[in-house]
């Protein structure tokens, strides 16, 4: 597994969307006080650095050279080293050094918010995901982004060309302020969704399954034909693939049940768990469970960071023939496959979430990555500069080319038709590019490193360093799979956010245990009112009223 494929708190790649979701729970409601966001910033008297005409799609170049403070994470097995062609390619081109202060890959979450609380963090906090910024707001302690984006222009741009307005909008606190910039993605697609063994669900099942109907169908016939196997894992505690499942029954669960709030379908919110289709989706894969056809394990064993693990030893074995992943996970199956079953015997894919009762959908519309500002910004002389620098970095398209593959006609090529290729003597291991050439572009050049390259990305940068068949799943979910509309936006304001932290935790924790019993059998499905009794019980009605409260005078204030 590569490390492009890791995340800060010991998850892969496919977990970092788990995280920007588990994050739109209780602190994703967190709100601003009317006085957040810290000084008054005079744009034009602090625009030393800047450049008069910075405009999209142009190269930005400080005026006066300037050093930047940026928090870094550091991988395990992706060690910074002051050869990283990577810092001195984009200090030559910008005239802005990167001042990094590391914080480890293990605890990253929990060092970023010591760093935000103390008043210590640098000026630029990367890596990260919507709801993410919540919990610092009211304390001032980041920049209202909202307020001086007129100034990015490329941000404005692909804001209105991707058609992410909407989305953008949705980010706002109570306050009617953002307070992160994302990522911008072109394209959206679940990154992690079921990875097949596609040579064996054809072969012994008759074909790709579309629904989880059809999933089950053909597990029964694997199972037959394989009887020592557990066709079905996940290898993240069931948060993966309860995630990405949830949908198909209309429900929200995993790493995306965020404050677990669903459209009721009449304008008003509901608490997901109490829901038919929830109920529902559990009682599928306990029948799974039941039947042998789910590996429990992987629904219970936490992920120490490494990757797939088990499952992919599982996988490697002929035990595990579908699995919870993103296409780094399809290629950490192929390379253990390679050794078991042999090379050209077998074909992974990842393959569009199987559809249920609420239809061929899949999950919102999402953004990736992005970035907040220390508050203390607002104080600098260069801090237009650095909007105009962060605005390049993030959003401009050579740039972005340029954080992915190096520099064009040094790393690789591009020929009149867009298409970039790896030179021969050059590898990206992290995409399994140019196996056994002598140098590692992200290992060796800091290039496709973790805490960038991913963040903003067009279509054709995408496709430009995943494997074909990833491109055929982007094509079959935009084809067959309709995204569902946004979670509503229902911000808090500071008094209603401690409120809600009461409740929403214990009633969040009670759901995720008695989820998984219910699915493993360690309770009774009998006892689902109990569980829902437990859940009113514990505030239930308290907390939706809130929530409730607290979106409708959203629509008032952004109608």
Same mark, same amino acid.
């Given at each position: 597994?590569?490390?492009?494929?890791?995340?800060?708190?010991?998850?892969?790649?496919?977990?970092?969307?788990?995280?920007?979701?588990?994050?739109?729970?209780?602190? =994703?409601?967190? #709100?601003?006080?009317?006085?957040?966001?810290?000084?008054?910033?005079?744009?034009?008297?602090?625009?030393?650095?800047?450049?008069?005409?910075?405009? @999209?799609?142009?190269?930005?170049?400080?005026?006066?050279?300037?050093?930047?403070?940026?928090?870094?994470?550091?991988? /395990?097995?992706?060690?910074?080293?002051?050869?990283?062609?990577?810092?001195?390619?984009?200090?030559?081109?910008?005239?802005?050094?990167?001042?990094?202060?590391?914080? /480890?890959?293990?605890?990253?979450?929990?060092?970023?918010?010591?760093?935000?609380?103390?008043?210590?963090?640098?000026?630029?906090?990367?890596?990260?995901?919507?709801?993410?910024?919540?919990?610092?707001?009211?304390?001032?302690?980041?920049?209202?982004?909202? $307020?001086?984006?007129?100034?990015? /222009?490329?941000?404005?741009?692909?804001?209105?060309?991707?058609?992410?307005?909407?989305?953008?909008?949705?980010?706002?606190? #109570?306050?009617?302020?953002?307070?992160?910039?994302?990522?911008?993605?072109?394209?959206?697609?679940?990154?992690?969704?079921?990875?097949?063994?596609?040579?064996?669900?054809?072969?012994?099942?008759? &074909?790709?399954?579309?629904?989880? $109907?059809?999933?089950?169908?053909?597990?029964?016939?694997?199972?037959?034909?394989?009887?020592?196997?557990?066709?079905?894992?996940?290898?993240?505690?069931?948060?993966?693939?309860?995630?990405?499942?949830?949908?198909?029954?209309?429900?929200? #669960?995993?790493?995306?049940?965020?404050?677990?709030?669903?459209?009721?379908?009449?304008?008003?919110?509901?608490?997901?768990?109490?829901?038919?289709?929830?109920?529902?989706?559990?009682?599928?894969?306990?029948?799974?469970?039941?039947?042998?056809?789910?590996?429990?394990?992987?629904?219970?064993?936490?992920?120490?960071?490494?990757?797939?693990?088990?499952?992919?030893?599982?996988?490697?074995?002929?035990?595990?023939?579908?699995?919870? &992943?993103?296409?780094?996970?399809?290629?950490?199956?192929?390379?253990?496959?390679?050794?078991?079953?042999?090379?050209?015997?077998?074909?992974?894919?990842?393959?569009?979430?199987?559809?249920?009762?609420?239809?061929?959908?899949?999950?919102?519309?999402?953004?990736?990555?992005?970035?907040?500002?220390?508050?203390?910004?607002?104080?600098?002389?260069?801090?237009?500069?650095?909007?105009?620098?962060?605005?390049?970095?993030?959003?401009?398209?050579? @740039?972005?080319?340029?954080?992915?593959?190096?520099?064009?006609?040094?790393?690789?090529?591009?020929?009149?038709?867009?298409?970039?290729?790896?030179?021969?003597?050059?590898?990206?291991?992290?995409?399994?590019?140019? =196996? &056994?050439?002598?140098?590692?572009?992200?290992?060796?050049?800091?290039?496709?490193?973790?805490?960038? +390259?991913? !963040?903003?990305?067009?279509?054709?940068?995408?496709?430009?360093?995943?494997?074909? #068949?990833?491109?055929?799943?982007?094509?079959?979910?935009?084809? !067959?799979?309709?995204?569902?509309?946004?979670?509503?936006?229902?911000?808090?304001?500071?008094?209603?956010?401690?409120?809600?932290?009461?409740?929403?935790?214990?009633?969040?924790? @009670?759901?995720?245990?008695?989820?998984?019993?219910?699915?493993?059998?360690?309770?009774?499905?009998?006892?689902?009112?109990?569980?829902?009794?437990?859940?009113? =019980? +514990?505030?239930?009605?308290?907390?939706? $009223?809130?929530?409730?409260?607290?979106?409708?005078?959203?629509?008032?204030?952004? !109608?």
């Amino acid at each position: 597994m590569s490390v492009f494929e890791r995340t800060p708190g010991g998850a892969t790649r496919r977990g970092v969307i788990g995280f920007s979701l588990a994050a739109s729970g209780v602190a =994703a409601l967190a #709100a601003c006080s009317d006085d957040g966001g810290g000084a008054e910033v005079d744009v034009d008297a602090q625009s030393k650095g800047a450049m008069e005409d910075f405009a @999209a799609d142009m190269q930005f170049t400080a005026t006066e050279a300037f050093t930047l403070s940026v928090l870094w994470t550091d991988w /395990p097995d992706l060690p910074i080293t002051d050869k990283w062609q990577f810092f001195k390619e984009i200090e030559k081109r910008t005239n802005v050094k990167m001042e990094l202060t590391n914080i /480890p890959f293990s605890d990253a979450t929990e060092k970023r918010s010591l760093l935000i609380s103390a008043g210590d963090a640098p000026t630029v906090i990367p890596l990260v995901y919507t709801g993410e910024e919540n919990s610092f707001v009211s304390s001032g302690a980041i920049l209202p982004m909202s $307020d001086y984006v007129e100034h990015m /222009p490329n941000f404005q741009k692909y804001v209105e060309e991707w058609d992410l307005g909407e989305m953008i909008d949705n980010l706002k606190q #109570a306050d009617g302020k953002y307070y992160m910039l994302p990522g911008l993605q072109e394209v959206s697609v679940p990154v992690f969704t079921v990875v097949i063994r596609k040579d064996v669900f054809e072969s012994v099942a008759g &074909g790709v399954p579309e629904t989880w $109907d059809e999933m089950r169908e053909a597990l029964v016939k694997i199972k037959a034909e394989y009887p020592d196997s557990k066709p079905l894992a996940d290898g993240f505690e069931g948060m993966s693939m309860l995630n990405y499942a949830s949908h198909a029954w209309g429900a929200r #669960a995993g790493w995306g049940f965020g404050n677990g709030m669903v459209d009721d379908g009449s304008g008003k919110l509901v608490y997901t768990p109490v829901t038919e289709g929830y109920k529902q989706m559990v009682e599928f894969f306990r029948g799974l469970v039941e039947d042998g056809l789910l590996d429990t394990d992987s629904m219970t064993a936490s992920n120490d960071g490494t990757g797939g693990g088990s499952v992919t030893e599982k996988v490697a074995a002929n035990l595990v023939f579908a699995a919870s &992943g993103s296409p780094g996970t399809a290629i950490e199956f192929q390379q253990a496959l390679n050794e078991t079953v042999g090379e050209g015997n077998h074909e992974v894919v990842v393959i569009p979430p199987p559809g249920g009762p609420f239809g061929q959908v899949c999950e919102p519309r999402n953004f990736w990555n992005g970035f907040m500002l220390n508050a203390e910004i607002a104080e600098s002389e260069n801090f237009l500069a650095i909007l105009q620098f962060l605005d390049w970095l993030y959003y401009n398209q050579e @740039a972005r080319e340029l954080l992915r593959w190096g520099v064009l006609d040094e790393t690789y090529t591009k020929d009149a038709s867009g298409k970039i290729t790896l030179k021969p003597e050059f590898r990206l291991d992290a995409y399994n590019i140019n =196996a &056994g050439a002598a140098t590692d572009i992200q290992k060796d050049l800091g290039w496709s490193n973790a805490v960038f +390259a991913d !963040s903003s990305e067009s279509r054709a940068l995408k496709e430009s360093y995943n494997s074909p #068949a990833f491109v055929e799943y982007i094509d079959a979910v935009l084809s !067959s799979r309709t995204p569902r509309d946004p979670n509503p936006p229902a911000p808090l304001d500071e008094m209603e956010l401690e409120q809600s932290s009461l409740l929403a935790t214990p009633l969040k924790d @009670a759901v995720d245990t008695n989820t998984l019993k219910f699915i493993l059998g360690d309770r009774d499905i009998a006892e689902w009112d109990a569980f829902v009794g437990e859940l009113e =019980a +514990a505030g239930l009605q308290q907390y939706v $009223d809130l929530i409730n409260t607290a979106r409708e005078r959203f629509e008032e204030e952004n !109608s």
